[in-house]
């Protein structure tokens, strides 16, 4: 069950700070970014959208919930909260207006994923919850992207469900490995509730389980004769393969077709091409050989350079944790508070460290495109007008800029989910937001796809807003 419990103590905090000071209904605008790009990487890939708004569109204090807060104490044994406060609670119903960066989107830093407008409580309380979904499927979404593009159109199946932070994790995971490229999943409840494929084989502790090996893939495929993936490596992993090929021979005999093999232990780029050899020397070419074993990006692609003869590849803890980066560390800051002239009035959070520094305004994401390639995002307030020409600033490195051509086309990214509370149509399905990530993917330079030392794309402030931003900042230290 969706709850507005799902959230830091400080957001209900502030909350009855802003209603005991009247200032509950002073209209905001909140945005939603993260400031480095997630794994050393060239991009990320947007994911959570749906989740966050159904969260979102179900946001109700119940009795039991209320309940709750009304127990909660000071430490001289005060209640926490104000009866008045949570009576205002029992019978708040949002109305923020939401514009987000559609998932399967591709995303740089300090881009707004979000946009959030409304009432300053309303936008408050929503924080923690969409911080937490946006942050974590995102970061997945961006993990199984680029383990996808390692394995360069070999089929990647996420298997990490028993490595996953909790079940909640594991399914999030799961959909935003979807999202971002896999073309299946282990995860059954994943299958059911999202649509995606399932996929799987056997473990080693059902060989274990019979005296002999032949026996084990005999039982196996007489049980699945038409979904046999059978595992070799339990013993010895070559005697495993030629007792593999054994079961293919029998299942021929019965008209059915042995599906492939796992290598799960072991040097995989050796193993994979004796398996390929052994298999199609005894003509089942078209057996496939998938491997496992705590793989990730690099892994996959440095298999691919020694030559592995591998098929399909089985991804799990490093892709369903992100193992290397287990956080994408996106913030949400308040950028605009409206004026009683109804003019918006720019706010910026400032730091000793540039690159913690907000963005001011209300702010918008053009996307740039030229010959079929994205060549650079501009953030830009929607309340200033653009310039003719426009010249995308660096973020961290102001000296970094690009002007952009007058013949380039562009689409502004922030599009309009919700409204006053109401979610604004469907939500987009995970099969658009797959198509939009091939998209991406397609759509960027080869070099931002690289692993290693990718290329920088050219992604920062639109240079009104940059001065701007420059100018409050030094206003700021000059006082």
Not at 39 to 46: C, E, P, S
Request: charged fraction near 20%.
């Amino acid at each position: 069950m969706n709850s507005p419990l799902q959230t830091d103590l400080y957001q209900l905090t502030m909350a009855a700070a802003y209603w005991q000071a009247g200032t509950a209904d002073q209209a905001s605008v909140f945005q939603l970014f993260f400031r480095r790009l997630p794994f050393k990487g060239g991009y990320a890939i947007a994911a959570g959208l749906a989740p966050a708004l159904e969260w979102l569109k179900d946001f109700r204090f119940r009795t039991d919930e209320i309940d709750y807060l009304s127990s909660l104490r000071t430490k001289n044994g005060y209640p926490l909260f104000q009866h008045g406060f949570l009576s205002y609670l029992a019978n708040l119903r949002l109305s923020l207006n939401v514009d987000a960066i559609p998932e399967g989107s591709a995303v740089f830093a300090h881009e707004p994923l979000l946009r959030i407008q409304g009432p300053i409580l309303h936008a408050q309380l929503v924080e923690t919850a969409l911080l937490n979904i946006i942050n974590f499927q995102t970061l997945i979404a961006t993990k199984a992207a680029r383990i996808c593009h390692a394995a360069a159109g070999a089929p990647v199946f996420e298997f990490g469900y028993r490595r996953a932070q909790g079940a909640d994790g594991g399914l999030s995971a799961s959909r935003a490995a979807w999202i971002g490229g896999c073309e299946g999943t282990s995860n059954v409840l994943a299958g059911r509730l999202y649509g995606i494929p399932v996929r799987g084989t056997h473990a080693h502790s059902w060989v274990m389980s019979f005296d002999d090996e032949q026996e084990a893939f005999d039982r196996y495929a007489d049980a699945m004769p038409d979904n046999s993936t059978l595992l070799v490596d339990t013993y010895n992993t070559l005697n495993g393969v030629d007792r593999a090929i054994e079961t293919a021979r029998k299942l021929r005999e019965r008209g059915h077709c042995l599906s492939g093999i796992r290598l799960d232990s072991g040097d995989l780029a050796w193993l994979s091409q004796q398996a390929r050899s052994r298999f199609d020397a005894a003509g089942f070419p078209d057996v496939s050989i998938v491997a496992s074993n705590d793989l990730d990006e690099h892994l996959i692609e440095s298999l691919r350079h020694q030559g592995a003869r591998i098929d399909i590849w089985g991804v799990g803890t490093n892709l369903v944790t992100a193992a290397d980066q287990p956080a994408l560390g996106g913030v949400y800051k308040l950028a605009a508070l409206r004026q009683e002239d109804g003019t918006w009035l720019p706010r910026i959070k400032f730091s000793e460290q540039r690159a913690k520094s907000s963005f001011p305004g209300r702010l918008q994401v053009r996307r740039f495109m030229k010959d079929g390639l994205f060549i650079g995002d501009a953030i830009y307030d929607i309340d200033a007008p653009l310039p003719e020409r426009v010249t995308i600033v660096d973020a961290n490195d102001p000296l970094r800029r690009k002007a952009i051509p007058d013949d380039a086309v562009f689409t502004d990214l922030l599009r309009p989910v919700m409204k006053c509370g109401e979610l604004l149509g469907e939500a987009q399905d995970l099969s658009a937001a797959r198509e939009l990530r091939q998209l991406a993917i397609e759509s960027l330079h080869p070099g931002i796809l690289r692993l290693d030392n990718p290329h920088l794309y050219p992604a920062g402030i639109e240079q009104g807003l940059h001065e701007r931003r420059e100018a409050m900042i030094a206003n700021n230290f000059n006082h």
